[in-house]
């Protein structure tokens, strides 16, 4: 049994900061393997949340006592914090959002709608979670535009032939996942975004599986707007952001309409705030900007460039178990992966894998991932699907290797 040698993380230090990790699961120690759905909040998290509502909750931007000012203080250092760990260069490029899908939908729906024409395309890849499809779909049968799809390989990776040929003058927007959720492949998008605005179009990222897992910097990618979520990458759930270039963010329209966002009201005429501002209609959820900030300097603190190498190490000593399984098929071999490790199992179900593992107090989601093409093109219904984080050891990995073995034994293999 070959566990990784030179482990680059003390991730036994690192459990001790997740106090859900102790916890028991069906009576055994739990083995949480579906971070791609959300990820386990460490205690700094949980602490900083707890000490807004205990000492500093108020509402932000209104009011002129020392309370409001303080938690309008740490509501906009967390978005300080947010553009100091994706390196944009302005934190009025940071848009505080529910999301990674609310980042897109307001993209499409403002971005989108004020730029799109008839006749134009949007181009996005077949590995796309829903969250980027369907409001690309929704914006092009609003304005008779046609959305195109980049093909994938059998080992899951972009067609970058294909994706070169389907970009034209045509193509507005560009609409790309950095990491694939169902698959684990990292795309090429620096390149590709070269590639998208050689042809005048704007590009989108959908970060929500690469925040959590490599280093992202947006003015190095010079994408023209990235999404990830707060709860994939350690934070709370309601949270996420949108990142958007200065002057693009300043040339589009509003999104929601409310408080904060203007500047006056009259009901002749509103005269809105510059972003983000702009985009952040009503009271924002203060306490997931707060909780959010604690987790990216968490995140920091271990590290980003070794989290991306101990989980790189990790997901292939994972990739080496699995295939020992007998009748087991990885969906998603490209060889630039992230903490993902789908697969199917010959005869049985990946439901049926995915209960007979909880029996055994291991997570995994089984399913289509919110990425039902991806099941389409590789010819299945569903996988099932361990996804990593930093937090994991290669024992949990050796557990979820027998226990699939144990699942064999049930189907009479
Ligand atoms: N994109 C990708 C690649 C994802 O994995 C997910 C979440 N599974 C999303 C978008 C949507 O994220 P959320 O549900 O947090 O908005």
Redesign the pocket.
């Known amino acids: 049994m070959s566990v990784i040698e030179r482990p680059t993380l003390d991730v036994e230090r690192i459990r001790q900061d997740f106090p859900i990790l102790a916890a028991k699961a069906r009576g055994h120690d739990l083995v949480y393997l579906d971070s ?2 959300t990820s386990q909040k460490p205690s700094a998290v949980i602490e900083a949340i707890h000490r807004y509502y205990a000492e500093q909750n108020s509402n932000v931007h209104r009011g002129l006592y020392e309370l409001s000012e303080l938690a309008t203080e740490k509501y906009e250092a967390a978005r300080a914090t947010v553009r100091s760990f994706i390196h944009a260069s302005d934190s009025h490029e940071i848009v505080f959002v529910r ?3 609310e980042g897109i939908n307001l993209v499409a729906q403002t971005f989108g709608r004020a730029t799109l024409k008839a006749g134009d395309q949007v181009l996005i890849t077949a590995m796309e ?1 829903h ?2 499809i369907v409001p690309w779909q929704m914006l092009c049968a609003e304005k008779g535009a046609l959305l195109k799809v980049v093909p994938i390989s059998d080992s899951g990776e972009l067609l970058l032939d294909e994706y070169a040929r389907l970009l034209t003058p045509r193509t507005r927007i560009a609409a790309l ?1 950095h990491v694939s ?1 169902a698959l684990g492949t990292i795309n090429p998008v620096r390149e590709m975004i070269e590639m998208a605005h050689s042809v005048g179009a704007k590009v989108l990222i ?1 970060g ?2 690469a925040v959590p897992h490599l280093p992202v910097d947006v003015q190095d990618l010079d994408c023209d707007f990235y999404v990830f ?1 707060g ?2 990458v350690c934070g709370p759930t309601g949270i ?1 952001v949108l990142y958007g270039k200065a002057e693009i963010l300043e040339a589009m329209p509003p999104y929601q309409g409310g408080g904060d966002m203007i500047l006056s009201v009259t009901f002749e005429k509103t005269t809105y705030n510059r972003p983000p501002y702009k985009f952040e209609a009503g009271t924002p959820h203060i306490e997931g900007a707060i909780g959010l900030a604690a987790a990216l300097t968490y995140l920091e603190g271990v590290g980003m460039a070794a989290i991306a190498a101990y989980e790189k190490d990790l997901t292939a000593y994972g990739a080496e178990r699995l295939i020992e399984v007998p009748g087991l098929r990885l969906i998603g071999t490209a060889r630039n992966k992230a903490a993902v490790l789908s697969f199917v199992l010959e005869g049985v179900h990946p439901h049926d894998i995915g209960t007979l593992l909880d029996r055994q107090g291991i997570a995994i989601r089984a399913g289509h991932h ?1 990425a039902q093409p991806v099941m389409e093109r590789f010819g299945v219904p569903a996988t099932a699907r361990a996804s990593l984080s930093f937090y994991n050891t290669p024992e949990e990995l050796d557990r979820l290797q027998e226990a699939l073995c144990k699942v064999n034994e049930v189907f009479g293999r």
Do not use: I
């Open positions: 791609a759905a999301g990674a899908t979670h969250s980027n996942a959720n959908d929500a599986q979520s709860h994939k996420g919110c």
